[in-house]
């Protein structure tokens, strides 16, 4: 099954917005609202950032939104701190023979 | 607290087979369906297998479909992972984590507690 196509890299200064694209298709991202993110820092497990496209866990910051549109959903953090950087990845329920797929990851730099 | 602590890595030469085990804890095991994601080194996260609370429906990625059996104990709160056929292309760590299913009631469409990995090196 193909991953869901994410940029490879994005970066950011302190205090500004970035956004992470997640592209997938009709059968994943497009069909269904269960989108979700997760940031990895070196050598640590995933956590949970966002869930069901726009939600956020408890305890997780309120600089974190989620979004989606047709086939892509976006990632989008405010107010960039140097605790964001990490790996950031989706992951989508699928109507295809398999029943999830992840994006293939995008690294965060804050500058 | 919620946890979820993978074991059963190791060296495996290709061909060989090793099971994996979670230990869950913090949660009642069977409201949960649970899923197993594993990480190359150096590269992104690929999804498994998941399973849903009782065992009666699995799905597998292509990758491990024939070769890989999720399978869980409710009465263990343990979840596991047979792993046969294995090849050089195995070689990652393999996290545990809870969601990914349905139970009884309800389904968890997303990946809420993980574990850290036990490595799995397929060589020879």
């Known amino acids: 099954q193909s991953a869901l196509t994410q940029p490879a890299s994005v970066s950011g200064s302190p205090g500004q917005s970035i956004t992470i694209s997640c592209t997938g298709t009709s059968s994943d991202v497009g069909a269904y609202n269960y989108v979700s993110w997760y940031r990895q820092h070196p050598g640590k497990a995933p956590k949970l950032m966002i869930y069901?496209?726009?939600n956020r866990p408890s305890g997780v910051s309120n600089r974190f939104s989620g979004s989606k549109s047709g086939n892509t959903a976006s990632l989008t953090i405010s107010g960039l701190q140097a605790e964001d950087e990490g790996d950031y990845y989706c992951?989508?329920?699928?109507?295809?023979?398999?029943?999830?797929?992840f994006g293939g990851g995008t690294k965060l730099t804050v500058l | 607290d919620v946890q979820v602590v993978e074991s059963g890595g190791g060296v495996v030469r290709p061909g060989g087979s090793l099971r994996l085990s979670c230990a869950a804890s913090g949660f009642t095991f069977d409201d949960y369906g649970m899923t197993w994601v594993r990480q190359a080194p150096g590269k992104g996260l690929e999804w498994v297998a998941s399973i849903n609370w009782n065992g009666g429906s699995t799905g597998y990625a292509d990758s491990a479909k024939g070769r890989f059996t999720i399978s869980r104990d409710n009465t263990k709160n343990s979840l596991y992972l047979q792993m046969n056929s294995l090849r050089a292309e195995d070689t990652a760590f393999y996290h545990c984590a809870r969601g990914g299913g349905c139970s009884s009631a309800s389904c968890l469409y997303y990946l809420d507690y993980w574990g850290q990995g036990t490595l799995v090196t397929v060589s020879s």
């Open positions: 992951f989508s329920y699928t109507s295809t023979m398999t029943l999830w797929v």
């Open positions: 069901g496209v726009n």
